[in-house]
């Protein structure tokens, strides 16, 4: 699982920092807003994916909550991360939700990528 993770999350790093992709947050808004809440998460994915930070809270947010997608509680709290990084002031709060479902390995590891994140977003 560790090694998986790893790699998924290096494919969401690797398109985080390519440039934007043809996402629309308006969509996974309306998506959401009309309870169609794959549609939703498959929306926020690729706009946070694409660099829009009004995403990540939205798109970390499923992912806490299982919504749209399963729970993934480290999903969660790098992008509650990323959108704490990125000036949401409520994103600290949730990423400390997010910390008390993981252990202390599971918090060590969404860490190391979350740092990973935001010394790539960084140096763009």
């Known amino acids: ?5 790893k790699h998924l999350l290096g494919a969401v790093l690797a398109a985080l920092v390519s440039g934007p992709l043809h996402a ?3 969509a996974g808004l309306t998506a959401y807003a009309n309870g169609d809440y794959v549609e ?5 994915k690729q706009a946070a994916e694409a660099g829009d930070v009004d995403a990540y809270g939205k798109l970390a947010g499923l992912y806490l909550y299982g919504v749209g997608t399963k729970k993934d509680y480290t999903n969660a709290y ?7 990084y ?5 994103a600290e709060k949730f990423k400390l939700a ?3 479902a993981m252990t202390l390995e599971q918090v060590k ?8 994140h935001i010394k790539r977003l960084e140096g763009q």
Do not use: H, T, V
Request: proline share 0%.
């Open 98 to 100: 997010a910390s008390s």
């Open 86 to 90: 990125g000036g949401d002031k409520y």
């Open 78 to 84: 790098i992008w509650f991360g990323l959108a704490e």
């Open 109 to 116: 590891e969404a860490e190391e990528i979350l740092a990973d």
């Open 24 to 26: 629309d947050l308006e």
């Open 1 to 5: 699982m560790k090694l998986n993770l």
């Open 40 to 44: 939703a998460f498959n929306q926020y």
